[in-house]
């Protein structure tokens, strides 16, 4: 399917803690590439130099490694992608549930090509500009797991103590307690958070929350599309709320990206081409 491009203009009052740097700027958004083919995506970023990308979760493609090999040593287009996109503009890029199973070996990986990981924290992008990255509940509870696991054993570290992904994610907490100080912090905040449903759906409810722009994907746009809905996404069933475009908080926006891949072969996307989110402050 071919890649789709969707610009959604936001209005900034330029008067505001940080707002003044944003105007005129753009950024793209790449969520759930799941380790695809980078050259489309790469094209389109090289043909139109976004000012900074924000990438929010599933980059990888989950699967769970043999003995010490790392997740990203066979996840070389994530890899190919986040290069690319440091040579482009600065990248920004938070934990999907696909990198639950990620170790610190990992996160070096990530870190030597440039991009800046944001695992449940936030760095000040340019003057009054806030990113903050909001870790999958699923790659907390991975890292438990784990780290429970290397406790009882008394091992240094086993890093895939478990073949399967944490399951009843639900009952599974996210960290919020680093998301009350950002959402205190003076400037215009921006959060990467892979799952929409954190939006209003479950805690930590970040649409009650001071944060002014919010950037998700797993939705996948619901997979099928009929009548500009989606059928189905992970973490909200049938005919979910969130699957695309712009949603109103409180005190801002969620803007859901429909993704740029499809890791699940046997269900093909349907109305539902990838996409290549750019933002637009004026
Ligand atoms: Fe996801």
Redesign the pocket.
């Given at each position: 399917m071919k890649l789709k491009k969707t610009l959604y203009s936001i209005n900034i009052d330029s008067s505001a803690p940080g707002c003044g740097g944003l105007a005129g700027k753009c950024l793209a958004v790449l969520a759930?590439f799941h380790d695809r083919a980078p050259g489309p995506v790469l094209d389109m970023l090289r043909n139109d130099i976004p000012d900074a990308i924000m990438i929010p979760?599933?980059f990888v493609l989950g699967y769970f490694p043999e003995g010490e090999e790392y997740v990203l040593d066979r996840c070389r287009n994530a890899i190919t992608l986040l290069e690319g996109c440091c040579g482009i503009a600065p990248t920004y890029m938070s934990l999907?549930?696909?990198e639950c199973m990620l170790c610190d070996g990992d996160y070096d990986r990530l870190r030597a090509t440039g991009a800046i990981l944001l695992d449940n924290e936030w760095t000040e992008a340019a003057e009054g500009i806030l990113v903050g990255g909001f870790t999958?509940a699923y790659a907390i509870s991975f890292k438990r797991f784990r780290d429970e696991y290397n406790r009882r054993n008394g091992t240094e570290e086993v890093k895939y103590p478990y073949r399967r992904r944490p399951r009843d994610i639900s009952k599974h907490p996210t960290d919020r307690a680093w998301l009350d100080d950002f959402e205190q912090a003076d400037g215009y905040k921006i959060l990467l958070c892979?799952?929409p449903e954190y939006w209003s759906l479950r805690e930590p409810m970040i649409k009650d929350r001071k944060i002014d722009l919010v950037l998700s994907?797993?939705a996948h746009g619901g997979q099928w599309r009929f009548m500009g809905r989606g059928v189905f996404a992970?973490g909200q069933g049938l005919f979910p709320k969130y699957t695309g475009g712009i949603h109103q908080g409180q005190y801002g926006s969620l803007i859901v990206s429909r993704g740029l891949s499809n890791p699940y072969k046997i269900v093909p996307r349907l109305g539902n081409p990838p996409e290549v989110v750019y933002l637009q402050f004026e």
């Open positions: 759930d979760g599933d999907g549930n696909h999958s892979h799952h994907g797993h992970p």
